[in-house]
């Protein structure tokens, strides 16, 4: 049975599940600053050699939440679980300008939950659109079921895994809760409340000068991750039934939220969100073992890199004007089995060339890039004796630096003639020779 098959068919046992009892949970537990009322079921499938299995995992009232939730920061919230199994579920809350983005994350160690493998390594797997809620300061609720939210895939020990939330019943605020119960809000049944304020037009940089800015996730009063870069992406679009691609910059009104997950985190994450809904994000992962000479990479924590890049832009109307389909939601990414631009924990990467990336055909410029994750530091920078720089480009030599190859062509040339002159003169010789003993 196909990987495909098999998922259509966890979905569909998902639907025909029978609904259970909505549990309550809240954030803190006094004067709450997140509710999350739910019926919610986790899968996880492990594609082994033996074949697929499922573990189906219930959010119910054993769950604990985790002292790692946190409320409002200006950008996002966060009601994190501990499941049976020690599955751990994160709940993150982002804040756009007209709605909120439920980003939800599943981690979980396959030798516990799985049969088939005795692997202990930690496995996350990340939403990879998560669910669009109403304005920030509303509540939202659904009692007719929703759509299920895929998960990204990961893999562990040649082994890949796939998740699925079913959300069959939601309550939900997770911003500007009054009075500590939920506010009027929108429902999943009923026309959806909408901002009344008009929209701003936003304006992207000038092509080929993004500006260059430093973004950092704190955790505390520490900043686990910093990225510096310009950045700016080529996005294809169609035009009058042609192809075309616009140039579009980060820009400076740019929001960051981000994961650093706890002193043992394997997995740490960095968005940026600008114009309203794009969302450009960076997962960094410790590195998997590589013999390869290229990535002498090791288990044990000692190096890291970019595991995943991911944007989720919209074809709007605002900034792409000409545009035949408008207000197109889309989404690309790249992930990589070897976490890319690495380094050693405790050092930053950096690359003053402008590093250029095909995110699934959406290249990606960036300039004066350098980023550091996994850290423990009091201010968002870099520490200029602990770096790794990117490989030099070695330049081609041009006519007015470098005469090398012109010299070494009319030596060898030289040298070949010569051979050609000895042989002739060697042959001569030899037939000399040989006419005056015979005669």
Request: aromatic share 10%; with cysteine.
């Given at each position: 049975?196909?990987?495909?098959?098999?998922?259509?068919?966890?979905?569909?046992?998902?639907?025909?599940?029978?609904?259970?009892?909505?549990?309550?949970?809240?954030?803190?537990?006094?004067?709450?600053?997140?509710?999350?009322?739910?019926?919610?079921?986790?899968?996880?499938?492990?594609?082994?050699k033996?074949?697929?299995?499922?573990?189906q995992?219930?959010?119910?009232?054993?769950?604990?939440?985790?002292?790692?939730?946190?409320?409002?920061?200006?950008?996002?919230?966060?009601?994190?679980?501990?499941?049976?199994?020690?599955?751990?579920?994160?709940?993150?809350?982002?804040?756009?300008?007209?709605?909120?983005?439920?980003?939800?994350?599943?981690?979980?160690?396959?030798?516990?939950?799985?049969?088939?493998?005795?692997?202990?390594?930690?496995?996350?797997?990340?939403?990879?659109?998560g669910?669009?809620?109403?304005?920030?300061?509303?509540?939202?609720?659904?009692?007719?079921?929703?759509?299920?939210?895929?998960?990204t895939?990961?893999?562990?020990?040649?082994?890949s895994?796939?998740?699925?939330?079913s959300?069959?019943?939601?309550?939900?605020?997770?911003?500007?809760?009054?009075?500590?119960d939920?506010?009027?809000?929108?429902?999943?049944?009923?026309?959806?409340?909408?901002?009344?304020?008009?929209?701003?037009?936003?304006?992207?940089?000038?092509?080929?000068?993004?500006?260059?800015?430093?973004?950092?996730?704190?955790?505390?009063?520490?900043?686990?991750?910093?990225l510096?870069?310009?950045?700016?992406?080529?996005?294809?679009?169609?035009?009058?039934?042609?192809?075309?691609?616009?140039?579009?910059?980060?820009?400076?009104?740019?929001?960051?939220?981000?994961?650093?997950?706890?002193?043992?985190?394997?997995?740490?994450?960095?968005?940026?969100?600008?114009?309203?809904?794009?969302?450009?994000?960076?997962?960094?992962?410790?590195?998997?073992?590589?013999?390869?000479?290229?990535?002498?990479?090791?288990?044990?924590?000692?190096?890291?890199?970019?595991?995943?890049?991911?944007?989720?832009?919209?074809?709007?109307?605002?900034?792409?004007?000409?545009?035949?389909?408008?207000?197109?939601?889309?989404?690309?990414?790249?992930?990589?089995?070897?976490?890319?631009?690495?380094?050693?924990?405790?050092?930053?990467?950096?690359?003053?060339?402008?590093?250029?990336?095909?995110?699934?055909?959406?290249?990606?410029?960036?300039?004066?890039?350098?980023?550091?994750?996994?850290?423990?530091?009091?201010?968002?920078?870099?520490?200029?004796?602990?770096?790794?720089?990117?490989?030099?480009?070695?330049p081609?030599?041009?006519?007015?630096?470098?005469?090398?190859?012109?010299?070494?062509?009319?030596?060898?040339?030289?040298?070949?003639?010569?051979?050609?002159?000895?042989?002739?003169?060697?042959?001569?010789r030899?037939?000399?020779?040989?006419?005056?003993?015979?005669?």
């Open positions: 049975m196909s990987l495909k098959m098999w998922t259509s068919l966890i979905l569909l046992g998902i639907a025909l599940t029978s609904t259970t009892a909505i549990t309550n949970f809240q954030f803190p537990s006094g004067i709450p600053c997140i509710i999350f009322d739910t019926s919610l079921q986790i899968s996880v499938i492990g594609v082994f033996s074949g697929p299995e499922a573990k995992i219930e959010l119910d009232k054993k769950a604990v939440i985790m002292n790692s939730s946190y409320c409002d920061d200006g950008n996002s919230s966060s009601i994190d679980f501990f499941l049976e199994g020690g599955v751990g579920l994160t709940v993150q809350f982002l804040k756009l300008n007209d709605s909120v983005k439920m980003m939800p994350s599943i981690s979980f160690v396959p030798g516990i939950i799985f049969n088939a493998t005795s692997d202990t390594n930690n496995v996350i797997l990340h939403s990879t659109m669910k669009l809620l109403p304005p920030a300061n509303v509540s939202y609720s659904c009692y007719t079921g929703d759509t299920p939210i895929v998960m895939n990961g893999s562990s020990a040649n082994i895994y796939h998740g699925i939330i959300l069959t019943q939601l309550r939900v605020q997770a911003f500007d809760i009054k009075n500590g939920l506010s009027p809000g929108e429902s999943c049944d009923i026309t959806p409340i909408t901002s009344v304020a008009p929209p701003i037009k936003p304006v992207t940089p000038t092509p080929g000068n993004p500006p260059v800015q430093t973004y950092s996730v704190k955790s505390g009063n520490t900043d686990c991750i910093v510096q870069a310009g950045i700016e992406f080529n996005i294809p679009y169609t035009s009058n039934g042609a192809r075309l691609t616009k140039t579009i910059g980060v820009p400076n009104n740019t929001r960051v939220v981000g994961m650093c997950g706890g002193g043992v985190a394997t997995t740490q994450s960095l968005s940026l969100m600008f114009y309203g809904d794009w969302i450009l994000n960076f997962i960094f992962s410790h590195a998997l073992s590589d013999s390869s000479p290229r990535r002498p990479l090791l288990l044990d924590g000692t190096m890291y890199g970019i595991k995943e890049i991911s944007l989720e832009y919209n074809i709007s109307s605002y900034l792409f004007p000409d545009a035949d389909a408008k207000d197109e939601k889309l989404l690309s990414k790249i992930v990589y089995k070897t976490p890319e631009y690495p380094t050693s924990v405790g050092t930053s990467y950096r690359c003053q060339p402008p590093t250029i990336v095909d995110v699934q055909g959406i290249t990606t410029r960036m300039t004066s890039f350098q980023y550091l994750a996994f850290a423990n530091q009091t201010t968002p920078s870099f520490d200029p004796k602990t770096v790794t720089d990117c490989p030099a480009i070695t081609f030599a041009t006519d007015d630096d470098d005469h090398t190859g012109t010299i070494v062509g009319v030596v060898i040339a030289v040298f070949f003639i010569l051979m050609v002159l000895v042989g002739i003169y060697i042959y001569r030899r037939g000399k020779v040989s006419y005056e003993q015979v005669y």
